[in-house]
């Protein structure tokens, strides 16, 4: 890629930043999640300059259900590194489309073959939003990836890692232990939701929490996973002939 496309694309995120830029730097110190996965996080919320990491098979649609719950709150989102994202999917879990901005070809960063042009980018992201959710480049390296966090700290954006963090240290690593979906019979129906068991651990939870949510549950969102209930089965009155 040239390198005047890539001023280009610079000139345009500058454009973009400060449109987002109110919303992003009010000081709550929690940005609100679902209610399903209040009881997982340390908090109950997104710890403003925390790093979450999503690990497992289902990392994306767990990174989109964490910020799912700000994104509807009000929050600017932006995804980068992430080019098979389905809109229609992250509007079902809960994502606000006219809040969500997404980077697919960060790759075209790269054109001086080191980190700085990547870096830069994604400075400016954390500077004009309040959440990132990002696929680790592996060229990113130590060094950049303390100062990216301490800028996150210092801004008070979320950092959301999908898949290995690289050299980022994760405050709450979000990882998924088993996966069932229902629907499917012998040989037959279709798919309708998926039971998901997730495991939390972080630097302030001495102790895995584990719990269990559908995602997507039966209208495409997250739900909390309860206990089955066994319905009473009431006998029908007879009928009695009269007249």
């Not at 280009?8 to 609100?32: C, H, M, N, Y």
């Not at 997982?40 to 964490?66: D, F, H, I, N, W």
């Not at 100062?147 to 690593?173: E, I, K, M, N, Y």
């Not at 895995?208 to 029908?236: K, M, N, Y």
């Amino acid at each position: 890629m040239e390198r005047g496309s890539l001023q280009a694309r610079r000139e345009r995120l500058s454009d973009l930043v400060p449109k987002v830029g109110p919303l992003t730097f009010a000081r709550d110190r929690l940005l609100p999640v679902v209610p399903a996965l209040q009881p997982l996080l340390p908090e109950g919320g997104l710890v403003r300059g925390s790093v979450v990491g999503c690990q497992g098979g289902t990392a994306l649609s767990v990174a989109l259900a964490a910020v799912a719950g700000a994104s509807a709150a009000g929050s600017w989102l932006v995804v980068v590194g992430l080019p098979s994202l389905g809109l229609r999917a992250a509007s079902e879990i809960g994502i606000a489309l006219e809040r969500l901005v997404m980077v697919a070809d960060a790759a075209a960063a790269d054109d001086d073959r080191n980190d700085d042009a990547l870096a830069t980018l994604l400075s400016a992201l954390i500077d004009g939003f309040d959440l990132v959710v990002l696929r680790v480049m592996p060229r990113l390296r130590a060094g950049t990836a303390r100062r990216l966090q301490a800028r996150l700290q210092a801004r008070g954006a979320v950092l959301v890692v999908v898949g290995d963090p690289g050299h980022f240290v994760c405050d709450v690593t979000i990882a998924t232990l088993d996966t069932q979906w229902e629907g499917l019979g012998h040989g037959s129906g279709r798919l309708i939701r998926r039971r998901l068991t997730l495991s939390v651990v972080g630097r302030r939870s001495p102790r895995a929490r584990q719990s269990e949510v559908w995602l997507p549950g039966a209208d495409g969102g997250i739900e909390a996973v309860h206990a089955e209930r066994t319905l009473d089965i009431v006998e029908p009155t007879p009928f009695r002939r009269t007249g």
